[in-house]
């Protein structure tokens, strides 16, 4: 039992530091330092952070083919290097280890089922996956389909501690009841499902609109209406490139999801009534994903001719749209257990 009270307490720890880890990925993007390291799992050959102009120029002269996109003349600061530098130390210095020892304790918990076991051994497999996704987006250079990979690797990777966290405490009848998830209909859990992909979507867009030069300012920058919520005071605008116009589809695609929220939030409060713990994570994912709408608006609005946008409304945007999946997908795997649970019962 005290392998499993351990396992259960690292598995939360672990899923707080990964929601560090993905912050700070978030900051990386922020601040342009996606390649402030160019090398891995090294940084400039070091395994420190402060390297300094001059020795960025010499490690550049000695590795020619390392140029990044920026060009052989472009220099990082200490902080952008710091960032990354964090980033990959949180990642593989500390959660890899710890994520090795609670798969250990698990498995000497006698108490734990087959499920627990499943889901520590997918933790295991993900976060060595999500090493090699960071090294092929050092590179290359930070591509698009790389930084999503890099993303959607590292919310699976969530996800599969939060199943344990799940399977643990249902394991052990230690489940809170904010996690004391009912068993869902097969409808709802197909609803579920559908929603986190689609929010996933969404999520998945808005990073290749972030990561494309000149996609942010896809629908112009003339302020209230003309940029939001209109493009370039247009409701409906033609798609003739997709690639700089693909703001306007990441719009689309939230005001879908956010529709399809609204209404499956309405319908689980009329089904099964606003006491039911279903109901209440559905309507939190559907608070967070119209406030987070709400925080993209204040990102284009922030445009300023001599500053240009106000960054750390994206990082809150990426970590809100984030939070959103997280909690329709917990909130899936929830009744999933809970359904699973019902059948052990009988």
């Known amino acids: 039992m005290l392998e499993g009270i351990q396992a259960k307490r690292l598995t939360g720890a672990l899923v707080a530091v990964t929601f560090l880890v993905i912050a700070l990925g978030g900051v990386i993007r922020v601040y342009d330092a996606g ?34 996109s920026r060009g052989a003349g472009h220099r990082y600061t200490t902080f ?5 530098w964090a980033h990959r130390l949180l990642a593989g210095v ?14 000497r918990d006698e108490g734990l089922g087959s499920e627990a076991r499943l889901a520590s051994s997918v933790a295991v497999a993900l976060i060595i996956w999500q090493g090699a996704v960071g090294w092929l987006t050092v590179r290359m250079d930070n591509e698009h ?28 009848g230690e489940l809170p ?12 859990r197909s609803r579920l499902l559908w929603l986190s992909v689609a929010t996933l979507i969404t999520l998945f867009s808005g990073v290749f609109v972030s990561t494309t030069n000149g996609a942010n300012t896809g629908c112009g920058v003339s302020g209230l209406y003309e940029s939001w ?40 409060w009329k089904e099964v009534g606003s006491d039911s713990v279903l109901c209440k994570w559905i309507w939190g994912s559907t608070a967070l994903y119209l406030a987070n709408i709400g925080i993209g608006a204040s990102y284009i ?4 001719l001599s500053d240009g946008y106000t960054e750390y409304l994206s990082l809150i945007h990426l970590l809100l749209a984030s939070l959103s999946f997280i909690v329709l997908t917990t909130t899936w795997m929830g009744t999933t257990i809970a359904l699973v649970a019902e059948v052990d019962d009988e």
């Open 35 to 68: 390649e402030s390291c160019p090398d891995w799992p090294t940084c400039f050959g070091t395994l420190g952070f402060d390297v300094s102009e001059a020795e960025q120029e010499a490690w550049y002269e000695a590795n020619p083919d390392e140029i990044d």
């Open 229 to 268: 919520p209109l493009c370039r005071g247009e409701l409906l605008t033609s798609i003739h490139d997709w690639v700089l116009q693909s703001q306007i589809i990441h719009r689309w695609l939230v005001v879908g999801v956010g529709v399809a929220l609204l209404m499956a939030s309405r319908t689980i």
């Open 145 to 172: 389909w790389s930084v999503a990979l890099h993303l959607g690797s590292a919310l699976a990777f969530m996800l599969s501690l939060i199943w344990l966290w799940l399977a643990t405490s249902r394991d052990h």
């Open 301 to 304: 609005l922030s445009w300023d």
């Open 80 to 84: 952008q290097i710091f960032t990354e």
């Open 177 to 188: 009841d904010w996690a004391g998830f009912e068993s869902a209909s097969e409808k709802w």
């Open 94 to 107: 500390v959660l890899g280890p710890l994520v090795l020892l609670n798969w250990l304790l698990v498995r």
